[in-house]
T-cell receptor, first 113, second 113 residues
Framework: KQEVTQIPAALSVPEGENLVLNCSFTDSAIYNLQWFRQDPGKGLTSLLLIQSSQREQTSGRLNASLDKSSGRSTLYIAASQPGDSATYLCAVTPETSGSRLTFGEGTQLTVNP | DGGITQSPKYLFRKEGQNVTLSCEQNLNHDAMYWYRQDPGQGLRLIYYSQIVNDFQKGDIAEGYSVSREKKESFPLTVTSAQKNPTAFYLC????????????FGPGTRLTVT
C-alpha cells in the first residue's frame, strides 16, 4: 500500500529565506506527483504537477523536483514571503489507481516578517 | 466563472442525525471525489464517481453514502453510522478518471455534538 510522508510537519522561517519541503513515497510506481497549498479552513490549490517521466517543474518562485526511483520529491520556495504561510501537501497518483490520490500529512509553513 | 462550490461552509448537527453535504461543479468534469481531512492529517478518499450514475468506495466509505444523478452534482450524506463524523470535508473534480489534475472546492466543516 502506498504511503506518503512529509517532513518536517511544521517549519518556521524568517522572510526572505530559501526553503525546502520534503515528500517521500514508498512505492515508485506512480503516474505523477502533485504539490498543493492549503490556507487555514480552505480548500486545496494545485501548485505543481510533475509527471513520472519528468525531473522537475517550476512556477515562479516554486520549483518541485521528483526522483521517482528513490521515492522522493522536494518543493523549493525561493525568497519566502509572509504570504507563503500555509500548509503544503504532496500527493501521488499510484499506477494502479486511475485518478485516486494518496496524500501526505502536510508541512505547515510559517514565514515571519 | 468555472469552479466547484460546496455548501454550507459550516454545518452543525446532533449525534444520530444524517446530514447531506452539497458539491456542485460547472467545469464539465466527468469525475468527482469526496475527501475527509482531520486536524494535522492529509486527505483520505471517501467515495469517487467516474461518471453519472456510477460511484465507487474509497478508503474510508463506512458510514457515508453518495449519489451521482447529474454530472455537475455529487452530494455526500454522512449517516448516523459514521462513528467520528466531525471533520473537514472536501469535494474535488477532474476531467476524467485519469491521472490528471484535480480541482478542489472550498470545503465544509462538519461538527457533530
Amino acid at each position: 500500500k502506498q504511503e506518503v510522508t512529509q517532513i518536517p510537519a511544521a517549519l518556521s522561517v524568517p522572510e526572505g529565506e530559501n526553503l525546502v519541503l520534503n515528500c517521500s513515497f514508498t512505492d515508485s510506481a506512480i503516474y505523477n506527483l502533485q504539490w498543493f497549498r492549503q490556507d487555514p479552513g480552505k480548500g486545496l490549490t494545485s501548485l505543481l504537477l510533475i509527471q513520472s517521466s519528468q525531473r522537475e517543474q517550476t512556477s515562479g518562485r516554486l520549483n518541485a523536483s521528483l526522483d521517482k526511483s528513490s521515492g522522493r520529491s522536494t518543493l523549493y520556495i525561493a525568497a519566502s514571503q509572509p504570504g507563503d504561510s500555509a500548509t503544503y501537501l504532496c500527493a501521488v497518483t499510484p499506477e494502479t489507481s486511475g485518478s485516486r490520490l494518496t496524500f501526505g500529512e502536510g508541512t505547515q509553513l510559517t514565514v515571519n516578517p | 466563472d468555472g469552479g466547484i462550490t460546496q455548501s454550507p461552509k459550516y454545518l452543525f448537527r446532533k449525534e444520530g442525525q444524517n446530514v447531506t453535504l452539497s458539491c456542485e461543479q460547472n467545469l464539465n468534469h466527468d469525475a468527482m471525489y469526496w475527501y475527509r481531512q482531520d486536524p494535522g492529517q492529509g486527505l483520505r478518499l471517501i467515495y469517487y464517481s467516474q461518471i453519472v450514475n456510477d460511484f465507487q468506495k474509497g478508503d474510508i466509505a463506512e458510514g457515508y453514502s453518495v449519489s451521482r444523478e447529474k454530472k455537475e452534482s455529487f452530494p455526500l450524506t454522512v449517516t448516523s453510522a459514521q462513528k467520528n463524523p466531525t471533520a473537514f470535508y472536501l469535494c474535488a473534480s477532474s476531467i476524467a478518471d485519469l491521472p490528471v489534475e484535480q480541482y478542489f472546492g472550498p470545503g465544509t466543516r462538519l461538527t457533530v455534538t
